[in-house]
């Protein structure tokens, strides 16, 4: 795993199941372990996960809550409609779990639990599945594990272009309290 020095918010058992009881959904043990391990911070150039410890100047926007994800839902609800997705709060709707700018990391739903990962594009207004891991996902999209187009841009997006495997402009993940300034979308109508 990797050496972080300094860590920021980690999340607490407590705070874990205080969030999964207050959606009524259980949430995948590798998102957990990855934030509790880590918390707060960037990964690459301002690409962050949601976070039930995150708490910024004000409610940031990282913080994994029900307030945010129904303000990012309000923000959003075109793209239900337009590429036929359903967004938590809704049953069984998807839940925002990380992002960059207008590229955003969702959990989906697959049997009876929340244990699969898409990434929602904006701009494309296209949803795909990427995996079931976070923390597989990012890896693979550091080290351009994933021969699409969509991931080797998403990549250079988050870390810069890759000079050589695994030797990025920016690091892999850098602790930080949460700036309260990812994850808005704009709203389109």
Known sequence: ML?????????SRFNWRKIEDEFGVALPVGFKS???????GNFGDGF???????????????????DNLTDYREAVAFLE???GIRLFPRKNGLILIGGK???QLM?????????VLYLLDHDDEEIREVGEDVGEF???LYFDEYPDRWALSFGEDIWGRAKSRGNRTF???????????????????
């Open 48 to 66: 962050v996960l949601t976070n039930p410890a995150a708490s910024g100047m004000y409610r940031s926007p990282v913080c994994l809550s029900m």
């Open 138 to 140: 990012l890896y693979k």
């Open 101 to 103: 700018e207008r590229r």
């Open 107 to 115: 959990l989906g739903v697959r049997g009876n639990s929340y244990s």
């Open 171 to 189: 690091p892999f993940f850098t602790p930080s309290p949460t700036r309260g300034d990812l994850i808005r979308p704009k709203k389109i109508l």
């Open 34 to 40: 990855l934030i509790s391990k880590l918390g707060s």
């Open 81 to 83: 409609q337009r590429i």
């Open 3 to 11: 050496s972080v020095q300094s860590r920021f918010e980690q999340p």
